[in-house]
């Protein structure tokens, strides 16, 4: 078909007219373009630690839930342990006894000095009774830290979160007994990212930076390809995906987006190079000085250098004149 009259032939009569003026068009060339995978990506927290009961006990208090927003070092529960108390209480009692025998045995220490400067007492029964003051202040200090070891205890009572971000999971109830070592609470922060998950014949065409492209999302249009795992698992290769502004709210969401994974040469031309009618899809070639309407078949559209071109399958080949603005066509179908 190199002609409108070609063409009203093989489909009707189909009179059309021309209204656009004919101009000098750049030769067509190809031009590479990339081709593109879509893949399913998944949202994941850059830091997800739990929070763990360091204390075991009852939990008395639960101050988040799931999606909470935290800090780094917030209280975000409590676990208490009754028989810390009692211990306190015993050794309170306990340094009171001491310390009641420490008193006699000070006491009985100055009045052995004074026998023994009048020659009463012996220095032997003299040492005696310093070692027994000695022991005692010993025991003393012994209990004191003691005490101050259940005291730390109590303190680690209060569940702290370990990093700033957002509570992803709270498997615990407030009233449960929990033991030292228990989540009671997963926190996601650092930041959130991509993951992917390719098949392994993409492997080769995967390169840190490259910039990939999200489907079907009003947010962020593009990331970057920030890692890309040596570690083949069932088949596929795991990379990292960088968003600008990617939400946390939902962490472990699905997303689909674009990597490329190779390039190719085709024939492209403006998107506003091609015109309808009857169903057909046309572009305006110059030929000898006159413009003539090539039936092409349009393929998918590219963005290259940020303008909008479409890959022409058919119709048009290299060093043809295509118009970068198609002329109007006027006309109707007779069947």
């Not at 012996?122 to 003691?146: E, F, H, K, Y």
């Not at 228990?182 to 650092?190: K, L, N, P, Q, S």
Request: charged share 20%; aromatic share 2%; glycine share 10%.
């Amino acid at each position: 078909m190199r002609s409108l009259v070609t063409l009203a032939i093989g489909i009707a009569a189909v009179p059309l007219t021309l209204t656009s003026a004919l101009a000098e068009a750049p030769a067509l060339q190809t031009t590479r373009v990339i081709e593109w995978k879509a893949v399913y990506g998944q949202v994941e927290s850059r830091d997800r630690i739990p929070a763990r009961a360091r204390l075991g006990g009852t939990l008395t208090d639960l101050s988040v839930i799931e999606g909470d927003l935290v800090t780094a070092g917030q209280p975000i529960g409590q676990i208490v342990d009754e028989k810390l108390a009692f211990q306190l209480s015993a050794l309170a009692a306990q340094k009171s006894s001491v310390e009641a025998q420490l008193a006699n045995a000070q006491t009985e220490l100055k009045r052995g000095e004074d026998l023994l400067k009048q020659g009463v007492a012996t220095a032997q029964g003299l040492d005696a009774l310093r070692t027994q003051v000695n022991v005692l202040n010993g025991q003393l200090a012994a209990m004191n830290s003691q005490a101050d070891v259940i005291a730390q205890q109590e303190k680690e009572g209060t569940i702290l979160a370990p990093v700033a971000g957002r509570v992803l999971d709270v498997p615990v109830a407030k009233g449960g007994v929990v033991m030292p070592g228990e989540v009671i609470a997963t926190i996601g922060g650092g930041g959130t990212f991509l993951r992917v998950a390719v098949p392994e014949r993409f492997a080769q065409s995967l390169h840190q930076g490259d910039k990939i492209e999200l489907a079907g999302t009003n947010g962020a249009e593009t990331g970057t390809l920030s890692r890309v795992y040596p570690l083949i698992q069932n088949g596929r290769v795991v990379a990292d995906v960088e968003i600008p502004g990617l939400s946390d709210t939902f962490v472990d969401a699905r997303m689909l987006v674009r990597l490329p994974t190779g390039s190719r040469q085709a024939l492209m031309v403006p998107a506003t190079a091609l015109t309808s009618l009857a169903g057909l899809d046309f572009v305006g070639v110059e030929d000898g000085g006159a413009t003539v309407m090539r039936a092409v078949v349009p393929g998918q559209h590219q963005q290259v250098a940020g303008v909008d071109l479409v890959e022409v399958l058919s119709g048009l080949e290299v060093g043809d004149h295509v118009l970068p603005q198609a002329p109007a066509l006027k006309g109707s179908v007779h069947e």
